[in-house]
Structure formats: structure tokens, C-alpha cells
T-cell receptor, first 114, second 112 residues
């Protein structure tokens, strides 16, 4: 059974600080990792994807992957009130020949305090 | 920027009725997906579709569900006989490269 675990929060961070969101996954053959942002009542919006160990930076966002520890994280620098949302971690196992569904965590509710 | 679109945005139906949820994936994408999210719960994978056939389906996607790509642009999810527990937000997603999936705005289904 594929599982993705996240702390549900809420995680409260002052404006301008770094928000750190964590995710662990159980399936060692997981190959692709994604962070989505979901505002209340809205659909998941892709923020970052990461496929290999290490860091990947995109603007204020940095995704970190450690496959040995089965751990993926998202750092948000210079947090803004508009970053307040639920952040979903998702993993994908590519089996070849077709399309594979993402397995999502329950999400971490992030609150940026002005 | 191209987006996945879904119709209707809201659907209310009586238990036992059939519903069809519609999606228009991004035009050059080849992989299509349906997910659902029950209120307050996580996003759950239902089914994926590639090359005009189901690629993968979850335990949730039982005989009450079916998917179809009736033409070159639409991708539909049919629930044959709705149950109360089918009430959820249903998201369509599409992907060009089998990796990055882009989600539509969702259809909120309420079964009474």
C-alpha cells in the first residue's frame, strides 16, 4: 500500500520567514515527487516537481529529496500571506506503458501571519 | 496559458441517478486522470487513461464508474447509480509527459 505522510498542521509562520514543509513516503520505488498548493475549495495547483536526490530551486521555493530516507520537503522563503494554503505532497511510480495515478498526502495547512 | 476545464462546476443529484462529469484536457496532452476529494479528506486517485483505454484504476473505481473519450477533446467520468458517499469534489487532470499532472477546477457533486 502506497502511503504519503504529512503533518496536517496548522503550521504558523511569520511573514518574511522560511516555511518548511515535510513529507515521507513508504514505497521505495516511488520515482517522481510533487508539491501542490490547494486553496480552500479550489483544485491542486502544481508548485514544484523533483525527480532526483538533492535540491531544486524555483523562485522562492526549494524542493529537497532524499530517496534513502524516503523524505521530500518544500521550503518557502520570504513567506507571504498569499502563501497561506494547504500544501499537498504527491508521489508517482512510473511503471511504463501508461499513465500512473498520483498518491497524495493529506496536506499541511500553512498559515502565514502578517 | 492552456488549462484543463471541467463542467459542470456544481452538480446536485438524487441517489441512484446517473451523472456524467465532463473534462476538456489541455490540447496536446496524452494522459488523462480522474481524482476525487471528499470534503476534509485527501485527494484520491480514481483512474488514468491513455491511448483510448484505462491505464490504471484504484479500488474506488468499481463497476459503477466508467470513463470515455468520446471525441478528440472531451474526457468524461460517468457514475451509473450514485450513492450518498459519492458526494465529493471530482478533479480531472492531464499530462503531456506522464509526469507532471495539471488539474482542472473540479466539479462539486452532491448526492441527496
Amino acid at each position: 500500500q502506497k502511503e504519503v505522510e504529512q503533518n496536517s498542521g496548522p503550521l504558523s509562520v511569520p511573514e518574511g520567514a522560511i516555511a518548511s514543509l515535510n513529507c515521507t513516503y513508504s514505497d521505495r520505488v516511488s520515482q517522481s515527487f510533487f508539491w501542490y498548493r490547494q486553496y480552500s475549495g479550489k483544485s491542486p495547483e502544481l508548485i514544484m516537481s523533483i525527480y532526483s536526490n538533492g535540491d531544486k530551486e524555483d523562485g522562492r521555493f526549494t524542493a529537497q529529496l532524499n530517496k534513502a530516507s524516503q523524505y521530500v520537503s518544500l521550503l518557502i522563503r520570504d513567506s507571504q500571506p498569499s502563501d497561506s494554503a494547504t500544501y499537498l505532497c504527491a508521489v508517482n511510480i512510473w511503471r511504463g506503458g501508461g499513465a500512473d495515478g498520483l498518491t497524495f498526502g493529506k496536506g499541511t495547512h500553512l498559515i502565514i501571519q502578517p | 496559458e492552456p488549462e484543463v476545464t471541467q463542467t459542470p462546476s456544481h452538480q446536485v443529484t438524487q441517489m441512484g441517478q446517473e451523472v456524467i462529469l465532463r473534462c476538456v484536457p489541455i490540447s496536446n496532452h496524452l494522459y488523462f486522470y480522474w481524482y476525487r476529494q471528499i470534503l476534509g479528506q485527501k485527494v484520491e486517485f480514481l483512474v488514468s487513461f491513455y491511448n483510448n483505454e484505462i491505464s490504471e484504476k484504484s479500488e474506488i473505481f468499481d463497476d459503477q464508474f466508467s470513463v470515455e473519450r468520446p471525441d478528440g477533446s472531451n474526457f468524461t467520468l460517468k457514475i451509473r447509480s450514485t450513492k450518498l458517499e459519492d458526494s465529493a469534489m471530482y478533479f480531472c487532470a492531464s499530462s503531456r509527459d506522464q509526469e507532471t499532472q495539471y488539474f482542472g477546477p473540479g466539479t462539486r457533486l452532491l448526492v441527496l
